[in-house]
């Protein structure tokens, strides 16, 4: 679609609802990730939230109505955008932000408020159970897309329910079936849905005790090197079958300190790439398929990639292997 076109369209949605968030178009994508790469978005808008339950639908709605792709970004902390941008919109939810309290140990958060935020705000509740998000890069929403881990802990573990637009466009809450959801995996990514707003079940806990293991944990991140350069956390996933962690098998192999471009394999842990200034998507990519290859060759281990390649339409380009093309 033209960016004419375009400004017909957002003009047409404003007739029905007039936005007040932030709308631009061509918006540099590295702008919204941790990785700090990614060309430009056609549209990227970042609705308001007191027009956000109106407004997303109808969007929704118009966009797929005219056959127009719509990306929906949480933190941008998973993912590598293509060199060539988004075509259509992103959706950003970056300011649909806030937390209720659910009965005595529930709290819910709208998909927007950010994982180490949701953690605090836990531990002010004197709630424990979410402290393994503290100082984890992303948001709620990302977080349930992923069912992203770590410290033994998945968001499934504490998730209840989930409030979704579905692909009729109407809000429902989804109860939380552990069977549905796995190894980073959840539901939701075998759908076309917009999660809202997230549920979770804790327990009662002295805030300070709470705030001590977050404290560790920020510490732990901090001690692996986790900020030091622009990234989107580990790599590739683990595997039990693999009979250790994917960054030992990539230590092994010698390969840490690998660049392509101004990508590279952080010379200090093996399951994090990072971007050591100027790095383009397609070097991250290369980068990845490099290791995947050589490790395949030399070890006959498959790596699955965990960072999300999306490409210039919004669509995750093939999580399984990377022979698709990445434009
Ligand atoms: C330094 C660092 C450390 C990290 N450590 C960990 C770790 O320990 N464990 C771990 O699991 N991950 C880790 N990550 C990765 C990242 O933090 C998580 O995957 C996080 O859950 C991503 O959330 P996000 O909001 O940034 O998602 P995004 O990257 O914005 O999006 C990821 C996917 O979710 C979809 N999505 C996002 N929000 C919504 C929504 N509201 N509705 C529907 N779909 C949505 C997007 O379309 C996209 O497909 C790390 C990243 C960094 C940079």
Redesign the pocket.
Known sequence: MSMRNLENFLKNLNNSIELKGSFRFDEPMGAHT?FKVGGPADLWIRPDPAEFPEFCPLLLKNASAEGLSV?????????VVSDAGIRGIVLD?GAWTGMDRVGESGLSFR?GTS?DAAANAAADAGLTGLEFLAG????I???V??N???YETSMSDVLTETEILDETFRRVWVKAKTEDFGY?KSP?QNRR???LSARFLLAKDEPARIRHKMEEHRRD?EAKG??RFP????AFKNNRDFGKPTGKIIDELGLRGRSRGGAAIAPWHGNLLINTGGASAEDIRALVEEVTEEVYRRRGIILEPEI?FINSFGK?VCRMSLSNQFV
Request: proline residues 3%; contains cysteine; charged residues 10%.
């Open positions: 941790t990306f929906i970004l949480g933190g941008g902390a998973n993912i939810l998909s994982l984890m890069p992303g948001s929403g990302g977080g897309w992923m992203a881990r770590c980073k939701f849905v917009l999660i991140r986790h900020y990234s989107a956390g580990s999300l995750l």
